[in-house]
């Protein structure tokens, strides 16, 4: 009458159920092809429904040396499917009275140093016991192989602690799998491997299933070989020292033995039904809850759907078993990959899943960003990260771009960037793209804007390049104690309020503390209110970087502070837009440099960026280091010293526009009066337009010429130099020409280093500098970030008067895979992301 009721149950349901399978058999045979196509998926496949084969296939090789095809036949390491073998035959010596599950694992192996353990905690992973790899690694040789006796003893002679109370809780732990190997050898006075053979391999009739590992004898008819891919090559990866062991993987077998093994499961062959359902059980623990997992199985909520994975070395296997449909699905794979079997679950368990898309860029001249010589190679990419360097062939239907020997580098991280105010209207990032840069480290010179609101800005409208950020001290002040009394130092309830400020930022994936001390919004703080707030960075595990109290007249004493920092809070410091901008000191470079050298051979880990410009741009104000404004020596201290007049464009007056883009010697000249004087006169002019004004916003700006380019061509050329921009989308011509001008400028025209060593200084060196472990550097792994560009032609064109120029030579730009830009336009995809501070 059962069977009966059951048989109508089918009938009912399984025309749709049918149509189902079909339909997702349909969809797993197309994907794992297209994997396959794509060495994403190298194995055999089988599904089942009662019993009965609905499909299988074999895709690829058993043999990477001798290219041997897979058969139905091929017997693959079963990885960890190997211990509901293992926990079968504890059960069939639990049958036949030689042990119990509660029985303590000291009565079978003396030397085991732990009292309360028993098999059920090892079957169950509830021990509590460490997994044995580190304490081999720790504890044996590079030629040892490791065996059961082996583990044992180590277990003996070390007694790591355990994890937790055995029973407390559910830790995945292979070491229990290897004792319950011994256990089983002491009880039955026999191999794994020969037992193994005649408790379930014969009466089965299983042909190529059985125990081999390094010390077992001879492997089983039909073994495949594991490998890996690297590169677009196969390498080994298969066997090694620790695979004297058996227990926790190492049972061989192919598809087809692994279908019978199943359907065993629901007879009385190998042990009873009764038996079985307790490997069929969630644990419990200690606490009286449940954990998902039985004797060697996992166990899905409603206890029907059973299965295991399996990785280990160049294997990844899978096995589920619906035991309430009778379906079975089984997945061997000899490939280190496990896209194919998580997809392939996923596929059949009709859950989402994802196919990987890859792309190619052949016949590149490679410069990895580590310093490293030009290469010719190609680059593929697997979705958003690099995946292969090397002679690599297109896969059926790739996407590939001819790289025509162009060269290739990691897209250009911008360290010192202002162009975040911007990028809300001009979210193609055209002014940074063109340059090849696809990372902007913003929040500079002590300004920036909180992470919620960049997180934000990236939500309200995506932009094609990466955004980071510091915490700007002058934002912090201007936070704490209001935008018009900052001219003096924090007063200590100011100051504990800005650590708080900082730590809340610091935990939001701020890089660390900028600070923009020649300004007057923090000019004025004392060196211990910033050296407190450093500290506050540093125990973060973030960074330091600044706009230096003096470019000038004080520079050596700015040179000290920061040096201070870096020595008390032992964080790493960056000099920003490091430059002499004192006419008496030019030439002084080499002292400047060998000073920063010496404090490094002291441990300070200090570091500089780099503008490729004899001229900075910013506030007249800047030009009174002693900020004394009416008088009349230091106005003319400044004219001789600090700028040229007749070299030095005034960007924006808001007091009189039409002194925009004319020299300050030119508009001395229309005023009939001398420069010093002009220079005092203008700055008075604009602080009082700016007073009627309400005193927001900026009222005037000047690129001032005040370096020597043998100076600029030194502090670029330094080895802890990275290429920031300090630019924006307005502006100073840096804005969009800073790293097409040392490259072409700089490195193909003057020669001042190899192209090599200028692109590590735009991406290796600067990943560095900024703690960033996925950019920067053409390696697997790594984000796709990537810029191609022609060397001989590559050149900025923004100058004085045109400096929203675009580059010349920079031909196509990726983020995160995508093109953002190509041959002088925006492409529209803008995948830029946040990248918060790497916790460590
Ligand atoms: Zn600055």
Same mark, same amino acid.
């Given at each position: 009458?059962?069977?009966?009721?059951?048989?109508?149950?089918?009938?009912?349901?399984?025309?749709?159920?049918?149509?189902?399978?079909?339909?997702?058999?349909?969809?797993?045979?197309?994907?794992? =092809?297209?994997?396959?196509?794509?060495?994403?998926?190298?194995?055999?496949?089988?599904?089942?429904?009662?019993?009965?084969?609905?499909?299988?296939?074999?895709?690829?090789?058993?043999?990477?040396?001798?290219?041997?095809?897979?058969?139905?036949?091929?017997?693959?390491?079963?990885?960890?499917?190997?211990?509901?073998?293992?926990?079968?035959?504890?059960?069939?010596?639990?049958?036949?009275?030689?042990?119990?599950?509660?029985?303590?694992?000291?009565?079978?192996?003396?030397?085991?140093?732990?009292?309360?353990?028993?098999?059920?905690?090892? +079957?169950?992973?509830?021990?509590?016991?460490?997994?044995?790899?580190?304490?081999?690694?720790?504890?044996?040789?590079?030629?040892?192989? /490791?065996?059961?006796?082996?583990?044992?003893?180590?277990?003996?002679?070390?007694?790591?602690? +355990?994890?937790?109370?055995?029973?407390?809780?559910?830790?995945?732990?292979? =070491?229990? $799998?290897?004792?319950?190997?011994?256990?089983?050898?002491?009880?039955?006075?026999?191999?794994?491997?020969?037992?193994?053979?005649?408790?379930?391999?014969?009466?089965? #009739?299983?042909?190529?299933?059985?125990?081999?590992?390094?010390?077992?004898?001879?492997?089983?008819?039909?073994?495949?070989?594991?490998?890996?891919?690297?590169?677009?090559?196969?390498?080994?990866?298969?066997?090694?020292?620790?695979?004297?062991?058996?227990?926790?993987?190492?049972?061989?077998?192919?598809?087809?033995?692994?279908?019978?093994?199943?359907?065993?499961?629901? *007879?009385?062959?190998?042990? #009873?039904?009764?038996?079985?359902?307790?490997?069929?059980?969630? &644990?419990? /623990?200690?606490?009286?809850?449940?954990?998902?997992?039985?004797?060697?199985?996992?166990?899905?909520?409603?206890?029907?759907? +059973?299965?295991?994975?399996?990785?280990?070395?160049?294997?990844?296997?899978?096995?589920?078993?619906?035991?309430?449909?009778?379906?079975?699905?089984?997945?061997?794979?000899?490939?280190?990959?496990?896209?194919?079997?998580?997809?392939?679950?996923?596929?059949?368990?009709?859950?989402?899943?994802?196919?990987?898309?890859?792309?190619?860029?052949?016949?590149?001249?490679?410069?990895?960003?580590?310093?490293?010589?030009? @290469?010719?190679?190609?680059?593929?990419?697997?979705?958003?990260?690099?995946?292969?360097?090397?002679?690599?062939?297109?896969?059926?239907?790739?996407?590939?771009?001819?790289?025509?020997?162009?060269?290739?580098?990691?897209?250009?991280?911008?360290?010192?960037?202002?162009?975040?105010?911007?990028?809300?209207?001009?979210?193609?990032?055209?002014?940074?793209?063109?340059?090849?840069?696809?990372?902007? &480290?913003?929040?500079?010179?002590?300004?920036?804007?909180?992470?919620?609101?960049?997180?934000?800005?990236?939500?309200?409208?995506?932009?094609?390049?990466?955004?980071?950020? $510091?915490?700007?001290?002058?934002?912090?002040?201007?936070?704490?104690?209001?935008?018009?009394?900052?001219?003096?130092?924090?007063?200590?309830?100011?100051?504990?309020?800005?650590?708080?400020?900082?730590?809340?930022?610091?935990?939001?994936?701020?890089? !660390?503390?900028?600070?923009?001390?020649?300004?007057?919004?923090?000019?004025?703080?004392?060196?211990?209110?910033?050296?407190?707030?450093?500290?506050?960075?540093?125990?973060?595990?973030?960074?330091?970087?600044?706009?230096? @109290?003096?470019?000038?007249?004080?520079?050596?004493?700015?040179?000290?502070?920061?040096?201070?920092?870096?020595?008390? *809070?032992?964080?790493?410091?960056?000099?920003?837009?490091?430059?002499?901008?004192?006419?008496?000191?030019?030439?002084?470079?080499?002292?400047?440099?060998?000073?920063?050298?010496?404090?490094?051979?002291?441990?300070?880990?200090?570091?500089?960026?780099? $503008?490729?410009?004899?001229?900075?741009?910013?506030?007249? @104000?800047?030009?009174?280091?002693?900020?004394?404004? =009416?008088?009349?020596?230091?106005?003319?201290?400044?004219?001789?010293? %600090?700028?040229?007049?007749?070299?030095?464009?005034?960007?924006?007056?808001?007091?009189?526009?039409?002194?925009?883009?004319?020299? &300050?010697?030119?508009?001395?000249?229309?005023?009939?009066?001398?420069?010093?004087?002009? %220079?005092?006169?203008?700055?008075?002019?604009?602080?009082?337009?700016?007073?009627?004004?309400?005193?927001?916003?900026?009222?005037?700006?000047?690129?001032?010429?005040?370096?020597?380019?043998?100076?600029?061509?030194?502090?670029?050329?330094?080895?802890?130099?990275?290429?920031?921009?300090?630019?924006?989308?307005?502006?100073?011509?840096?804005?969009?020409?800073?790293?097409?001008?040392?490259? !072409?400028?700089?490195?193909?025209?003057?020669?001042?280093?190899?192209?090599?060593?200028?692109?590590?200084?735009?991406?290796?060196?600067?990943?560095?500098? /900024?703690?960033?472990?996925?950019?920067?550097?053409?390696?697997?792994?790594? +984000?796709?970030?990537?810029? /191609?560009?022609?060397?001989?032609?590559?050149?900025?064109?923004?100058?004085?008067?045109?400096?929203?120029?675009?580059?010349?030579?920079?031909?196509?730009?990726?983020?995160?895979?995508?093109?953002?830009?190509?041959?002088?336009?925006?492409?529209?995809?803008?995948?830029?992301?946040?990248?918060?501070?790497?916790?460590?």
């Amino acid at each position: 009458m059962k069977k009966l009721l059951l048989f109508c149950f089918l009938n009912l349901v399984s025309p749709g159920l049918r149509a189902q399978t079909t339909a997702r058999l349909k969809t797993l045979d197309w994907v794992l =092809t297209q994997l396959h196509q794509r060495a994403m998926f190298n194995g055999v496949v089988l599904y089942a429904e009662r019993g009965k084969v609905l499909y299988q296939k074999e895709l690829g090789i058993a043999n990477h040396t001798t290219g041997e095809a897979l058969k139905p036949t091929s017997a693959f390491n079963l990885a960890s499917v190997s211990k509901q073998f293992i926990a079968m035959m504890i059960m069939q010596l639990g049958k036949k009275g030689r042990l119990r599950y509660d029985d303590k694992v000291r009565t079978y192996l003396p030397t085991f140093p732990y009292d309360s353990i028993t098999i059920r905690h090892l +079957l169950t992973h509830t021990s509590g016991l460490p997994e044995y790899f580190e304490l081999a690694q720790q504890y044996t040789g590079p030629l040892d192989t /490791l065996t059961n006796a082996g583990m044992l003893q180590l277990l003996a002679d070390h007694k790591p602690a +355990l994890l937790f109370r055995p029973g407390d809780r559910w830790t995945y732990c292979n =070491t229990g $799998y290897v004792l319950l190997g011994s256990i089983i050898e002491t009880v039955s006075g026999t191999s794994v491997r020969a037992l193994f053979d005649q408790q379930i391999a014969q009466p089965l #009739k299983l042909r190529n299933t059985s125990v081999y590992h390094l010390k077992s004898g001879p492997p089983p008819a039909n073994r495949v070989y594991g490998f890996q891919r690297q590169n677009g090559r196969l390498i080994p990866d298969d066997l090694i020292r620790l695979d004297g062991v058996i227990g926790d993987g190492n049972v061989y077998s192919s598809a087809e033995d692994l279908l019978k093994w199943d359907q065993s499961l629901y *007879t009385n062959k190998l042990v #009873k039904a009764s038996t079985l359902r307790e490997a069929f059980t969630p &644990v419990r /623990l200690n606490n009286g809850t449940t954990y998902p997992y039985g004797f060697g199985w996992a166990i899905d909520r409603t206890g029907t759907v +059973l299965d295991h994975t399996g990785s280990w070395v160049g294997f990844n296997t899978l096995i589920v078993r619906n035991t309430a449909k009778r379906q079975t699905l089984i997945l061997l794979s000899n490939s280190h990959e496990a896209t194919g079997r998580q997809i392939a679950e996923a596929i059949m368990a009709g859950e989402p899943y994802r196919v990987p898309t890859t792309q190619l860029i052949s016949n590149a001249s490679v410069i990895d960003g580590s310093g490293l010589k030009a @290469r010719r190679a190609s680059v593929r990419i697997r979705d958003n990260r690099i995946w292969e360097i090397g002679d690599l062939t297109p896969f059926p239907n790739e996407t590939v771009t001819d790289a025509k020997g162009l060269t290739l580098a990691p897209g250009f991280i911008d360290s010192h960037s202002h162009h975040d105010w911007g990028l809300a209207k001009a979210p193609d990032a055209l002014a940074v793209v063109s340059q090849g840069i696809t990372t902007l &480290v913003v929040g500079q010179d002590g300004g920036g804007q909180p992470v919620d609101s960049l997180r934000a800005l990236l939500k309200r409208q995506p932009i094609a390049v990466n955004l980071a950020t $510091y915490t700007g001290h002058a934002a912090l002040r201007t936070g704490t104690m209001g935008p018009r009394s900052l001219y003096r130092t924090a007063k200590a309830d100011e100051l504990a309020k800005m650590k708080d400020l900082l730590r809340a930022e610091l935990d939001k994936g701020s890089l !660390g503390l900028s600070t923009g001390l020649e300004y007057e919004s923090a000019f004025f703080s004392s060196r211990d209110e910033v050296l407190q707030l450093a500290q506050v960075a540093a125990d973060a595990g973030g960074r330091y970087i600044s706009h230096i @109290r003096s470019e000038d007249i004080a520079l050596d004493d700015a040179i000290d502070e920061i040096i201070q920092i870096g020595r008390v *809070t032992k964080m790493p410091v960056q000099i920003s837009h490091l430059k002499i901008a004192l006419r008496n000191q030019w030439g002084q470079s080499p002292y400047l440099l060998a000073r920063l050298e010496r404090a490094r051979a002291e441990g300070v880990n200090i570091t500089a960026d780099c $503008y490729p410009y004899d001229y900075w741009m910013s506030t007249l @104000r800047v030009l009174f280091p002693k900020r004394d404004y =009416t008088n009349l020596a230091s106005a003319e201290f400044a004219v001789n010293q %600090l700028f040229d007049p007749a070299q030095s464009v005034l960007v924006q007056f808001a007091a009189n526009p039409s002194y925009a883009g004319k020299t &300050v010697g030119e508009v001395a000249r229309l005023r009939q009066r001398t420069n010093a004087q002009t %220079l005092m006169d203008l700055v008075a002019e604009a602080s009082a337009f700016s007073e009627n004004a309400g005193g927001s916003g900026s009222v005037e700006g000047i690129m001032g010429k005040s370096m020597d380019e043998p100076d600029v061509v030194n502090l670029l050329s330094w080895p802890h130099t990275n290429i920031g921009s300090d630019g924006a989308m307005t502006g100073h011509p840096r804005g969009y020409g800073a790293f097409t001008r040392v490259l !072409g400028r700089y490195v193909r025209d003057q020669k001042i280093m190899p192209l090599e060593t200028a692109i590590y200084k735009m991406t290796g060196l600067t990943a560095e500098h /900024l703690g960033f472990a996925d950019r920067g550097l053409i390696a697997p792994g790594y +984000l796709a970030d990537l810029v /191609l560009f022609d060397p001989a032609t590559v050149s900025d064109n923004a100058a004085i008067g045109n400096n929203t120029a675009l580059s010349s030579g920079i031909q196509l730009v990726w983020v995160a895979g995508q093109p953002v830009y190509r041959s002088g336009e925006a492409t529209g995809n803008r995948p830029g992301v946040f990248i918060g501070r790497p916790i460590r």
